[in-house]
């Protein structure tokens, strides 16, 4: 229903993402002071099984990301805000993980339609991702209003799903999509991280032409930034230790190189000695993060302590965020209120992966970890 009937007439784009939704009292697009902007908040997981459902809205919807979230074709400038309602895409924003998500959902088009309109607007991005390298470090910029910043986090989400799609393109396509993504896991393995007891954890925000710590947007420092990942503490656009080390688990369970495992375990045996820290406004999509490491870990390892210690960590979820009587999770652990861009959804998620891991039922349902 939501993919037949919440889909823009005009741009084919959808009422989801960060900043509009539908509203099912009015059936109409909610949009609160945004502009009708359209952005994936994450990637959308589930292609496959939409396609199947609806594979005209779906393919239309894939059609309306090229033409109206891409400014210029040519170049793929893009942003990854654009408007939902009218032709009004913009640029600099051209952030590596929303990249993948588009790449994502084309290479999903293409696979059942073989469009080669969905495989020239996949190769125009690759290489226009390779052409904004930063020349002497290789680094992936942010976005090209500010050539001297770098998410390396942000980039390691783009390898994932370009690594994902190349299998659903032909061979020589494939092959320059996975030389972008081992590029970019070159750079971010390069770059200091120090997961270590006490250690700064994941570098967030780095200089292009460094790799350096730090915060360069539109050529103007801010030392004010936390520019490494915290245990616990998390905000808006800020990562966790846990959820930068899932995307090293989800990177290393495709190509199985050993430093992503590395800092995966590293960041591992961080939780296995740090609890929630409910002195601050603990978010439940903190707490998640961490089972989903305790769990990876147990995987990756087989060591039943991981399981154990997931299992902690989901009876203080429980406990903090589920002790009211409507069955949502509170926003935070000061916050009464739900609310979900604190990510409630991905407690419960893991509370159930808990649950199926307990069991021996993960060869029967697989949850794949979408915080990226």
Known sequence: ??????????????????????????????????????????????????????PEACGDFARGLR???????????????????????????????????????????????????????IETLVNAFQA?????????????????????NSNVSLAYDLWAAADKVPAPLAEKMRACASRTDDVFLSIRQDLSPGGDGF???????TLEPGWLRG??????????????????GEPTDAQVAMLCYLRWRQIGVNGYRTLFLDTAARYMVSDPDTTIALYPGA?????????????????KRYLDRADEFGHMGIAIFFDGDSGLPRASSKHDHYEAITRGDTLALELLDIWLAKQGREMNVWLEYNER
């Open 132 to 152: 904004r390298r930063h020349y002497k470090t290789d680094a992936l910029l942010a976005e090209t209003q500010s050539p001297e910043l770098m998410w390396p």
């Open 287 to 303: 707490l998640a993060d961490a089972i989903a490491v305790m769990l990876g870990a147990y995987r990756m390892t087989g060591e």
């Open 1 to 54: 229903w939501f993919f037949r009937h919440c889909q823009s007439p005009v741009t084919g784009l959808y009422a989801w993402g960060e900043h509009i939704g539908w509203d099912f009292t009015t059936e109409a697009v909610i949009e609160k002071d945004s502009g009708y902007l359209h952005e994936f908040a994450r990637p959308w997981m589930l292609w496959d099984r939409s396609f199947i459902l609806a």
């Open 67 to 121: 033409e109206h979230q891409i400014a210029d074709q040519a170049t793929a400038h893009y942003s990854r805000h654009a408007r939902y309602d009218t032709h009004a895409p913009g640029k600099g924003s051209e952030y590596p993980r929303h990249g993948g998500f588009y790449i994502a959902t084309w290479a999903a088009a293409y696979e059942r339609s073989k469009d080669t309109e969905f495989l020239t607007a």
């Open 203 to 209: 570098m967030i925000h780095a200089v292009t032409s």
């Open 219 to 236: 050529g103007k420092p801010d030392d004010s930034r936390i520019h490494f990942t915290r245990t616990w503490a998390t905000g808006y």
